[in-house]
């Protein structure tokens, strides 16, 4: 059979059998044996296992569990809260105050959990209450917080940047670092839409903000700046050349818990069992997905389909920014119904070597990927920031948290247009601290 249309005898396959409810994980390898038996045999099935463990045989991928308790840790204290505090008081002078101390919060608590449900609901239990009483609207309170969750898939540590560096082979340093100007970007789009819709819904009273006295400023700041210290010295320590990111993940989820155990009197070991607990569970999760889609690429491989794709693709005699419009699309469609890690590990890969022959820069395209995934996480059907957001306001419904989400969504529309104008945003920090890649 020709190797295109086996892989789209494929697609249309795993996309069936994800669609009948079973794991990413066992889906994949449902369809990676099914395949690999009907092209060579019982031999082929021999492989798998190998396959499966030789992927998840990798010191990078210590990193994951280390983020992730250490996300954790963070999420099962008051530091979500502390912080919303904290920035509400210092920022409470600037038009739109709260708003923007909601958006801020969320983008330092995902830069110190890494995960956008924990950052929804942290940030989400203290602003959404506190900005429907002062007359903000239900769908920009809603909005803003579920849009803003979503950077913790993007500003680093971010566990989609590693499973993505994994995935293609490329720097987990540099990937963290090619986020960080384009997060910023995203929640400056965040602010401004905040700040215009609350104000052209007739309720512009809500952006004034409350007094507070430089004592009430400052009585926060204790619990708040040792958490922000921890990430500024992981990432000193992994930019500064002293540790791997395994490493440094590791000694950042130690100091979290050492942290959560000093600062908010964390002594109770069944809260620690269980964010232990769920931290292991998460990570074999992804560890599951990743050692299962190892599988699948080397299938796709073995049976030429990679390879087709990216020659078929690089015959097109088409505008290579038309080839980008049609990549996001797909990438798009995929973020609606797979988790970002899913779509990663299955579609890096192939996309890779197209991206590269287009001329396009493998770092910069890692942001464009994440900020679609970042869409797929308030849209339908999946939506998964969605549902914590109605998780914590039940009163308000999930259409209005739909449509307050959907302006957020073309505010990163916006900043992937942006980034295709000005691909410098995500390749300058990178390249002025690790230098440019030859």
Same mark, same amino acid.
């Given at each position: 059979?020709?190797?295109? +249309? #086996?892989?789209?005898? =494929?697609?249309?396959?795993? =996309?069936?059998?994800?669609?009948? @409810?079973? *794991?990413?994980? /066992?889906?994949?390898? /449902?369809?990676?044996?099914?395949?690999?038996?009907?092209? $060579?045999?019982?031999?082929? #099935?021999?492989? =798998?296992?190998?396959?499966?463990? @030789?992927? /998840?045989?990798?010191?990078?991928? +210590?990193? =994951?569990?280390?983020?992730?308790?250490?996300?954790?840790? /963070?999420?099962?204290? $008051?530091?979500?809260?502390?912080?919303?505090?904290?920035?509400? $008081?210092?920022?409470? $002078?600037?038009?739109?105050?709260?708003?923007?101390?909601?958006?801020?919060?969320?983008? +330092?608590?995902?830069?110190? *959990?890494g995960s956008s449900p924990a950052t929804c609901a942290a940030i989400g239990k203290m602003g959404i209450p506190e900005m429907r009483k002062r007359g903000f609207p239900d769908g920009v309170a809603a909005g803003s917080i579920a849009a803003g969750g979503t950077l913790g898939i993007l500003i680093p540590p971010s566990v989609t940047m590693i499973v993505y560096g994994i995935a293609t082979e490329t720097s987990i340093g540099r990937l963290f670092l090619a986020g960080v100007m384009p997060g910023l970007l995203l929640v400056g789009l965040f602010m401004a839409w905040s700040i215009y819709g609350t104000w052209r819904s007739g309720s512009g009273d809500a952006l004034a903000g409350r007094t507070f006295s430089w004592k009430q400023r400052f009585e926060v700041l204790p619990r708040v700046v040792p958490f922000l210290l921890v990430i500024v010295g992981v990432l000193y320590a992994m930019y500064g050349g002293i540790a791997t990111p395994s490493e440094t993940a590791a000694v950042g989820a130690l100091l979290c818990i050492l942290l959560a155990v000093v600062i908010y009197r964390l002594w109770d070991w069944r809260v620690l069992w269980t964010v232990m607990r769920d931290s292991t569970r998460e990570s074999v999760m992804i560890l599951f997905i990743i050692g299962a889609a190892g599988v699948f690429s080397y299938m796709l491989s073995s049976l030429q389909v990679t390879q087709s794709i990216a020659e078929y693709i690089g015959t097109l005699d088409v505008n290579r920014w038309v080839l980008m419009g049609v990549i996001n699309v797909f990438l798009l469609v995929a973020g609606f119904f797979l988790p970002p890690v899913a779509v990663i590990l299955m579609a890096a890969p192939i996309l890779l070597p197209i991206i590269l022959t287009a001329g396009f820069d493998p770092y910069w395209f890692a942001v464009i990927l994440t900020i679609n995934m970042e869409i797929g996480l308030i849209s339908p059907p999946v939506g998964l920031n969605l549902y914590v957001i109605n998780g914590i306001a039940p009163d308000i419904k999930l259409k209005t948290i739909l449509l307050g989400s959907l302006p957020y969504v073309g505010c990163m529309v916006l900043a992937i247009l942006i980034l295709c104008l000005f691909p410098g945003i995500a390749t300058w920090l990178p390249d002025a601290i690790m230098g440019a890649e030859i």
């Amino acid at each position: 059979m020709d190797p295109l +249309l #086996l892989g789209a005898l =494929i697609g249309v396959v795993t =996309i069936l059998v994800l669609f009948s @409810g079973v *794991s990413v994980a /066992i889906g994949l390898l /449902i369809v990676s044996a099914g395949f690999m038996f009907w092209n $060579r045999g019982f031999a082929a #099935l021999e492989l =798998i296992p190998e396959l499966f463990f @030789g992927k /998840i045989d990798s010191f990078a991928l +210590l990193a =994951i569990p280390m983020f992730i308790v250490m996300g954790a840790v /963070i999420a099962s204290t $008051r530091a979500g809260a502390d912080l919303y505090e904290a920035l509400d $008081r210092w920022l409470t $002078r600037i038009p739109g105050g709260l708003v923007i101390s909601n958006l801020g919060a969320c983008a +330092l608590f995902a830069a110190m *959990s890494g995960s956008s449900p924990a950052t929804c609901a942290a940030i989400g239990k203290m602003g959404i209450p506190e900005m429907r009483k002062r007359g903000f609207p239900d769908g920009v309170a809603a909005g803003s917080i579920a849009a803003g969750g979503t950077l913790g898939i993007l500003i680093p540590p971010s566990v989609t940047m590693i499973v993505y560096g994994i995935a293609t082979e490329t720097s987990i340093g540099r990937l963290f670092l090619a986020g960080v100007m384009p997060g910023l970007l995203l929640v400056g789009l965040f602010m401004a839409w905040s700040i215009y819709g609350t104000w052209r819904s007739g309720s512009g009273d809500a952006l004034a903000g409350r007094t507070f006295s430089w004592k009430q400023r400052f009585e926060v700041l204790p619990r708040v700046v040792p958490f922000l210290l921890v990430i500024v010295g992981v990432l000193y320590a992994m930019y500064g050349g002293i540790a791997t990111p395994s490493e440094t993940a590791a000694v950042g989820a130690l100091l979290c818990i050492l942290l959560a155990v000093v600062i908010y009197r964390l002594w109770d070991w069944r809260v620690l069992w269980t964010v232990m607990r769920d931290s292991t569970r998460e990570s074999v999760m992804i560890l599951f997905i990743i050692g299962a889609a190892g599988v699948f690429s080397y299938m796709l491989s073995s049976l030429q389909v990679t390879q087709s794709i990216a020659e078929y693709i690089g015959t097109l005699d088409v505008n290579r920014w038309v080839l980008m419009g049609v990549i996001n699309v797909f990438l798009l469609v995929a973020g609606f119904f797979l988790p970002p890690v899913a779509v990663i590990l299955m579609a890096a890969p192939i996309l890779l070597p197209i991206i590269l022959t287009a001329g396009f820069d493998p770092y910069w395209f890692a942001v464009i990927l994440t900020i679609n995934m970042e869409i797929g996480l308030i849209s339908p059907p999946v939506g998964l920031n969605l549902y914590v957001i109605n998780g914590i306001a039940p009163d308000i419904k999930l259409k209005t948290i739909l449509l307050g989400s959907l302006p957020y969504v073309g505010c990163m529309v916006l900043a992937i247009l942006i980034l295709c104008l000005f691909p410098g945003i995500a390749t300058w920090l990178p390249d002025a601290i690790m230098g440019a890649e030859i």
